[in-house]
């Protein structure tokens, strides 16, 4: 099958454009359940009504794994923002809206976040044995109902339609806190523009009434799990920087 050139690629997968629908096409070291453990969550998320790309099949194209879901014809909120700069309280109030949306449906049936944080922190390179152990003490000392959190939100995740706004890429999905979701997109934000991402978390908390302080609890978690992910754009010494303030 001639998929054509990928219209995206991410860390883990390939995505194509193909007979107006997409094809998630993963990459070959993954675990044989990636594909399908991905689309359990996006189905989740569309089934508690969310807009959500519906998924049509999880098969395999060539022996690669594959999940097909149907076509979200826009334009990312992310794109947008970068061509009109001008702009950027209008996009981050609409993506608020929808995180907030997201973060009312209750998904017991996920992984539960603090199995994944755990999991990454463990991973985490950079940690000594002291900071680990510290780190996982205060993960397991927070308390919080498994609200659905996305885990990459972020303004190019959002696609614009004519219709509304669609939630795509839900790979890292899970049952948690939805102040520690928050925090990691504040974390993504900060990366690249610290007017953008305070823009945002002053934003939310002005529309949810929670306070900086209790979002912020969750820094040094988010960002020592973020330091097992290798991004290779991330700056491992920033991590590190926002551990060492809340964890000595």
Request: aromatic share 8%.
């Amino acid at each position: 099958m001639d998929l054509g050139e990928p219209i995206a690629i991410g860390n883990t997968a390939k995505i194509y454009l193909y007979e107006n629908k997409i094809i998630k096409l993963f990459n070959d070291y993954l675990p044989e359940t990636e594909s399908s453990y991905e689309a359990t969550k996006q189905h989740v998320a569309y089934t508690s009504g969310l807009p959500v790309p519906k998924v049509i099949d999880v098969t395999k194209i060539e022996e690669k794994q594959v999940i097909i879901m149907e076509y979200m014809e826009g334009r990312t909120l992310g794109e947008l923002l970068s061509e009109k700069k001008e702009l950027a309280e209008h996009y981050l109030r609409i993506s608020i809206d929808v995180q907030r949306k997201i973060h009312q449906v209750v998904a017991d049936s996920l992984e539960p976040m603090s199995e994944k944080l755990r999991r990454q922190i463990e991973a985490a390179p950079l940690l000594n044995d002291k900071r680990r152990t510290k780190l996982l003490q205060l993960l397991g000392s927070m308390k919080f109902e498994n609200r659905l959190c996305h885990g990459d939100f972020h303004l190019f995740n959002l696609i614009m339609t004519d219709q509304q706004v669609k939630i795509i890429d839900w790979v890292d999905a899970s049952a948690g806190d939805l102040r520690a979701d928050v925090y990691r997109t504040y974390l993504l934000y900060s990366q690249y523009s610290s007017d953008l991402a305070d823009m945002y978390i002053q934003l939310y908390c002005e529309k949810s009434g929670l306070k900086q302080e209790e979002i912020f609890q969750w820094a040094p978690i988010i960002a020592a799990a973020r330091l097992s992910e290798n991004v290779s754009t991330e700056d491992s010494n920033r991590l590190l920087a926002i551990i060492n303030r809340y964890v000595s």
